[in-house]
């Protein structure tokens, strides 16, 4: 019989579970810390709860983590970690460590549909989404857990295509029962989905990235084809209706492509379509990907570009680029030949 996984329950789930199996309703905190402050592999472990209620959860319930079945290390010292999510599926998470900082790229779908011209995810096509279990197991069990300082959903799928199960994980990393993590170390990236961005910011606090890469709608629908559902100016009337001038972080992501989107009409547009709202743009460099007749500009461009955006009330910043080589990158991120 496959047993229901405590990891990635909540704590009302967790309450639940115990007054089910007729346990004190104290327990449900127990095995909050063990799990979440403790991080535990087993039941067994639990060792402040009698061993008839450890044989009482053990017969429908496991912790559930699994350790990743790969690592591969990067020369710059950022590792990618493979996860199997089921029979035949996988996903990818990334580590990566850079002086005092640790941030994890975590995924929350195998696959993605949004099919972004530039990116290998996209080109995998979409399996599944991945439960809460499946997510926060991606923090939980790599080696450099206890390290990390910062979380961003930035890999594999769409985070707002799975809403329920993000804003669960988002709820277990920042409440006081488990991780107890600030909202501000947490940044959600996000093609923009019309279901999910309202909602998605009126119930979390975290950090919010658009992912953007043309400011006229025709292009972007070409690298884009979520722009046909909602444009990146009805997202960005959107996100004018609330205050990100406080702890909140407002960011879009912007790859500059060579010959496509970085030239001065561009960073123009860029302007006039971000006046009003209080955010920062992340200039990326492109990664090449097979079969994608896309080159990224060079460093030259986008430090004008930069430059142009900054002088022009749009603070930008230009991300380093790191895991090229092990295919960790920014966009880089496929398991569809794992899965064949």
């Excluded at 005092?100 to 990116?119: I, Y």
């Amino acid at each position: 019989m496959r047993k229901f996984r405590l990891l990635g329950m909540t704590f009302d789930e967790i309450q639940q579970v115990v007054l089910s199996l007729g346990m004190p309703k104290f327990t449900a905190k127990q095995i909050s810390s063990w799990l979440y402050d403790k991080k535990v592999d087993s039941i067994d472990e639990m060792t402040n709860l009698s061993l008839k209620f450890r044989d009482l959860l053990k017969e429908e319930y496991e912790v559930g983590a699994s350790a990743p079945v790969e690592a591969m290390r990067s020369t710059d010292g950022t590792v990618k970690y493979l996860f199997q999510v089921s029979d035949t599926d996988f996903v990818e998470a990334v580590y990566i460590p850079d002086e005092d900082r640790a941030t994890l790229c975590v995924s929350s779908q195998v696959g993605c549909k949004m099919n972004c011209k530039f990116c290998m995810t996209g080109k995998q096509g979409f399996s599944a989404n991945l439960t809460a279990n499946q997510i926060l197991n991606q923090i939980y069990s790599i080696p450099e857990g206890d390290t990390l300082t910062n979380i961003v959903f930035m890999g594999m799928g769409e985070p707002f295509d799975n809403l329920d199960e993000l804003l669960k994980v988002l709820e277990i990393l920042t409440s006081d029962y488990s991780y107890k993590w600030s909202p501000k170390r947490i940044t959600v990236s996000s093609v923009g989905l019309r279901k999910g961005l309202q909602r998605f910011i009126e119930e979390s606090d975290c950090h919010l990235a658009i992912s953007l890469h043309s400011p006229f709608s025709a292009q972007r629908k070409e690298l884009m084809p979520a722009e046909k559902a909602f444009s990146i100016t009805e997202i960005v009337d959107v996100l004018k209706n609330y205050d990100f001038s406080k702890q909140r972080r407002l960011s879009f992501e912007y790859i500059v492509f060579k010959g496509v989107n970085d030239g001065l009409i561009y960073a123009k547009e860029l302007v006039k379509l971000l006046r009003g709202l209080d955010c920062r743009v992340n200039l990326i460099r492109f990664h090449a990907i097979p079969g994608v007749d896309l080159e990224g500009a060079d460093m030259d461009t986008m430090l004008a570009f930069r430059d142009y955006l900054t002088s022009h009330g749009v603070f930008s910043t230009i991300r380093a680029s790191r895991g090229e080589d092990i295919f960790a990158a920014c966009g880089m991120l496929s398991t569809a030949k794992k899965q064949e």
